[in-house]
Nanobody
Framework: QVRLVESGGGLVQAGGSLRLSCAASGSIFSINLMGWYRQAPGKQRELVTT???????NWSDSVKGRFTISRDNAKNTVYLQMNSLKPEDTAVYYCHMINRGVAYWGQGTLVTVSS
């Protein structure tokens, strides 16, 4: 079993920055994928970005150039640095992990960007 715990959400003005963290614990294989999805009110959950343990990344075009993902493999932690935030970035952000072929989700952290 794997547990994902997110932190760092909150309220920020448009143009501001936030940093999300997600720490994974449990039986974690060294080769895995971690990342972030988000779900805005009334919309489906969508990919934000993912990063493999080898640090290959995948991005949503809507955040490319504004957000940065990084990870600390020793701590099994992934970070999402969000800059130049826009009101349309408002959503619940979910940490995601694929470990040994099984997908796990965090409980979500709310990011609200005011205009």
């Amino acid at each position: 079993q794997v547990r994902l715990v997110e932190s760092g959400g909150g309220l920020v003005q448009a143009g501001g920055s936030l940093r999300l963290s997600c720490a994974a614990s449990g039986s974690i294989f060294s080769i895995n994928l971690m990342g972030w999805y988000r779900q805005a009110p009334g919309k489906q959950r969508e990919l934000v970005t993912t990063i493999t343990s080898g640090r290959s990344t995948n991005w949503s075009d809507s955040v490319k150039g504004r957000f940065t993902i990084s990870r600390d493999n020793a701590k099994n932690t992934v970070y999402l640095q969000m800059n130049s935030l826009k009101p349309e970035d408002t959503a619940v952000y979910y940490c995601h992990m694929i470990n040994r072929g099984v997908a796990y989700w965090g409980q979500g952290t709310l990011v609200t960007v005011s205009s």
